[in-house]
């Protein structure tokens, strides 16, 4: 799926129900957008945003209502799931959607995560965990499609000898979420591309490297390898509109330190009561014209990105939907 540009719409599952999340997915197809990222979340980042269904229901319905792309950006297969529960799950949506559904893969956040009641380490075991399970997903996919069992004994999961039953022609594109150069040199090796926030050009440009560095270590091209870019926007009519969509539905957008380690929504919502505007800046783009925007994501088209997702932060989504789509998207340049 890599290649030319293709600009897909970010559902929001804190934020919407999810009826209105998948309606809303099929209402920016019909406008231009070219596929859909789903948020895996088991709570909204802050109780205002009122959601989080899901991820796996939402994006079987999304397979149904559009023609497009679509995965998770991103599931963590390291606590809530072993990873051959994700695997079947993305098999299955695969198998369903032939050619369109990738599976997207993080290290996750406690928000999600501590549900299940164990123990939360630190980051660097949580990226270990992350590609271990990895390990366990291709593992998994590659004997399936072989019509051969396997099994994965390792640090931190046990697989007994089992395969998947139900198996796509083509495994689903695996892709994996790094913010980091280690981590995402550790991914050229074993992903087939990357996925990534928006953040400073010369961040993402020294992650790109990274990565590269890693995949032609084992032999990849890694100008073959999808670049995938989550980016979070506020339009609004009006600038007033735009930054306080961006205040009161995402002021996770202006927290400008890890929230991995933060269990619960009503401490962010604690958290958020000290954003500032000024703090979203370089984080989520904030204006009324269509053009500001604009600029904004071609930069990043400039870079190299081959897939961006748009998340505006909004409620307002049919009506930047249209805007987008008439006033934005038709006018950006690969």
Known sequence: MSGTLQVGYAAMLEQFHPTEAVALAAYAESRGFSGVMAADHFQPWVPAQGQSSFVWNVLAAVGE????????????????????????????????????????????????????????????????????????????????????????????????????????EDPPELLVATAGPVTAKRAGRVADGLITVGAPLDKIA???????????????????????????LSWAPTHEEAERNAMVEWPNGGMRFPKSDIRCPFELEQ???????????????????????????????????????????????????????RDVLPKLVR
């Open 65 to 168: 209502r559009t023609a497009g792309d679509f995965g998770p950006g991103v599931t963590a297969p390291t606590f809530r799931w072993h990873p051959a529960m994700v695997a079947q799950a993305s098999a299955t949506l695969a198998a369903m959607y032939p050619g369109r559904h990738w599976l997207g893969i993080g290290s996750g956040e406690a928000l999600n995560e501590h549900v299940v009641g164990g123990y939360w380490p630190e980051a660097p075991e949580r990226i270990n965990r992350m590609f271990e399970a990895i390990e366990i997903i291709s593992k998994l996919f590659t004997a399936s499609l072989a019509g051969k069992d396997t099994k994965h004994s390792g640090q931190f999961y046990k697989l007994e000898t089992t395969r998947l039953w139900t198996m796509p």
């Open 206 to 232: 020294g992650l790109f490297s990274r990565f590269e560095d890693g995949a032609k270590e084992v032999g990849k091209d890694p100008t073959s390898m999808p670049k995938v870019l989550q980016l979070h």
């Open 271 to 325: 958290m958020s009561r000290l954003v500032l505007p000024e703090d979203f800046d370089v984080r989520v783009v904030i204006s009324e014209d269509p053009d500001v925007h604009r600029a904004s994501i071609q930069q990043f088209v400039d870079l190299g990105f081959d897939r961006i997702y748009l998340h505006n932060v909004g409620r307002n989504q049919r009506e930047w939907i249209d805007v987008f789509g």
